[in-house]
T-cell receptor, first 113, second 112 residues
């Protein structure tokens, strides 16, 4: 069965520092992968997605993610974080044979001034 | 462009009262529709999803139910709310046959 693991519950980085949020998935083939962001009290917004092709995908708000099949990972990166990036981030993978996606438990990002 | 609406934005209900949350999507046809619940500080729990009018799949047995009376309308209901029903309810849609989901702004439900 498909699954998604986000090993970091909470990460704090300084404003202007680089960021990497980890995501590992379990899937038998090349999956569809997603990263979403949720600000407090709001819905989820799609940051980026990977379906096929170039393993480095660019998203909105300056985020990017790299699909690494050998490591079953899809880590999210940003070269320089801004205070407005403080939010909850969710990695997700498609669930095959169903019109659903499976979400990780999320990583809360705090920004240190 | 497509938009998704949810209402109400916030709701405070007593235990044992009924519930009706509504979600509508504009700008698309025959979308897949989803209801999620997010408890405080927790991840997303898929409650129901629908691939067409009248077609509802339940993911978690509970005292909630869902209906899809129209193509772009998805309703979450309960006859009698429990304290444990408190949470943040999110509606989402995806294109038919697709996986990418788009979320509404959510409804904050507090059961007292």
């Amino acid at each position: 069965a498909q699954s998604v693991t986000q090993p970091d519950i909470h990460i704090t980085v300084s404003e202007g520092a680089s960021l990497e949020l980890r995501c590992n998935y379990s899937y038998g083939a090349t999956p569809y992968l997603f990263w979403y962001v949720q600000s407090p009290g709001q819905g989820l917004q799609l940051l980026l997605k990977y379906f096929s092709g170039d393993t480095l995908v660019q998203g909105i708000k300056g985020f990017e993610a790299e699909f690494k099949r050998s490591q079953s990972s899809f880590n999210l990166r940003k070269p320089s974080v801004h205070w407005s990036d403080a939010a909850e981030y969710f990695c997700a993978v498609e669930q095959s044979s169903a019109s659903k996606i499976i979400f990780g438990s999320g990583t809360r990002l705090s920004i240190r001034p | 462009s497509q938009t998704i609406h949810q209402w109400p934005a916030t709701l405070v209900q007593p235990v044992g009262s009924p519930l009706s949350l509504e979600c509508t999507v504009e700008g698309t046809s025959n979308p897949n529709l989803y209801w999620y619940r997010q408890a405080a500080g927790r991840g997303l729990q898929l409650l129901f999803y629908s691939v067409g009018i009248g077609q509802i799949s339940s993911e978690v047995p509970q005292n909630l139910s869902a209906s899809r009376p129209q193509d772009r309308q998805f309703i979450l209901s309960s006859k009698k709310l429990l304290l444990s029903d408190s949470g943040f309810y999110l509606c989402a849609w995806s294109p038919s046959g697709g996986y990418e989901q788009f979320f509404g702004p959510g409804t904050r439900l507090t059961v007292l």
